[in-house]
């Protein structure tokens, strides 16, 4: 093959120090004009390439790492152009080429010097190693896998640098393009696989087939991610925490787990818990917005009757809705996992809220034969006994309780308040007059 010339001179004249800088062993780019004149080979030098003198002086050239980053370079450039190829150059003309023949063992070595690098957390020294290897590999899977890896690292430190608030729109556009790369390099990594099945690659390979799926869940491309994840399962070899990895994504995308993810980022702060009140519904977009995600549950739970967590939220979200079904959402919960403390617990309470005493006791009763170590499940039932006028199962409900944890301070409360009954003071019937007191 023919190395490829970049006359520099040509686009921007005379020697400029900001677009190009060299410190003998590297030409580093600086110029966005000029890093886009830049395409990754096809194919690696062979060895036999005879040196060429520099076309514009006549001067031997230099070898070099031509690339985009580095210390010299500039960061925001290397991000968005990722030039990294042993070459030749003359850094007083401007004049480049590329590629240089790179023997095995320097490949070796960049691609331990890029996991030395990964695993300190340096993402871009570990993406100029793993650069450099594509361009002077072309096709070597580990150098793609490595190189999209690398980048996936810089695509957290973007997340993190974001947790403070919402992305801006130039920020969201970054990261799809980083995304795309990703993609690019797992892809470029399989295809070059998949014309020569190296058996020793079947790892590398697999973390591709695995991340592009999961990618791919992300964008809602169920089509395409279920590929991927029937490839990686179909690889000869593969890793049986791979393989088992690509079955969990193939059930997440036929269960439609992603729509229980949507509805609970809605409905979270609308849904009463212990330690808070919900937020009230004060807009009928907010109305909306949750008989949607209520919706978006149902059609979750039609896939996978054994989710527990889609059950409770379509019940809270009932509830959240005062939608008139809201008790029959909890007993649909309920009777499907009858030994689960937390949906009796909170059915329980809506049950209490709606003066239907008997069959919060009836459940319960139920949850402590399950959960006979729970103090406070102990105490619900005390307090569902007190109010069907049992007030002896009441008091032993509550020793049981207190033995369990002498802390509780409700159980107090309700035993304090159990002995003024017992002493000739009305008995509450419903949860309201108890907390009335």
């Not at 010097?113 to 096709?139: K, Q, S, V």
Request: net charge negative.
């Amino acid at each position: 093959m023919t190395p490829v010339v970049g006359l520099w001179n040509r686009l921007f004249g005379p020697k400029d120090d900001a677009a190009l800088v060299s410190d003998g062993t590297m030409m580093v780019l600086r110029r966005r004009q000029l890093a886009e004149t830049f395409q990754r080979p096809a194919d690696p030098c062979p060895a036999d390439l005879p040196a060429e003198p520099c076309k514009r002086c006549g001067q031997p050239l230099s070898e070099v790492l031509i690339t985009t980053g580095g210390p010299l370079g500039d960061p925001d450039l290397w991000r968005d152009f990722p030039v990294a190829v042993d070459g030749w150059g003359c850094a007083a003309c401007g004049v480049f080429r590329y590629p240089r023949h790179v023997t095995p063992e320097h490949i070796t070595k960049l691609v331990e010097e890029g996991a030395a690098h990964g695993r300190a957390g340096r993402f871009a020294e570990a993406e100029l190693c793993f650069a450099r290897i594509t361009w002077d590999w072309p096709g070597f899977v580990p150098g793609h896998v490595n190189l999209a890896e690398a980048t996936r690292e810089r695509l957290h430190a973007l997340a993190d640098g974001k947790k403070a608030g919402p992305a801006a729109p130039a920020d969201e556009a970054l990261r799809r393009r980083l995304v795309d790369r990703v993609v690019s390099e797992y892809e470029a990594a399989i295809a070059s696989f998949q014309q020569n099945p190296v058996p020793s690659f079947v790892f590398p390979v697999a973390r591709a087939y695995l991340t592009l799926a999961e990618i791919a869940v992300e964008r809602r491309a169920f089509e395409r991610a279920e590929r991927m994840a029937e490839a990686c399962i179909a690889l000869e070899g593969v890793d049986d925490e791979q393989a088992a990895r690509a079955r969990d994504l193939l059930r997440y995308v036929e269960e439609r787990h992603d729509l229980i993810e949507q509805a609970a980022e809605v409905l979270m702060p609308f849904i009463h818990l212990s330690d808070r009140p919900g937020k009230p519904i004060e807009s009928g977009h907010d109305r909306k917005r949750i008989s949607d995600a209520a919706d978006k549950l149902d059609q979750h739970l039609a896939r996978a009757p054994e989710s527990k967590r889609a059950a409770w939220l379509l019940a809270k979200a009932k509830v959240a809705l005062r939608a008139p079904d809201a008790m029959d959402a909890w007993r649909r919960a309920h009777a499907a996992f009858p030994e689960d403390d937390a949906i009796a617990r909170d059915f329980s309470q809506d049950l209490l809220r709606n003066d239907l005493v008997a069959e919060a006791h009836s459940v319960n009763l139920s949850i402590v034969r399950s959960h006979p170590a729970d103090a406070t499940l102990w105490c619900n039932l005390a307090v569902t006994a007190l109010l069907t006028g049992d007030l002896d199962a009441a008091d032993e409900h509550l020793r049981r309780s207190l033995a369990l944890d002498p802390s509780d301070s409700i159980a107090r409360i309700v035993q304090k308040r159990l002995a003024t009954y017992r002493s000739g003071a009305p008995a509450p019937r419903t949860l309201r007059e108890l907390e009335r007191g």
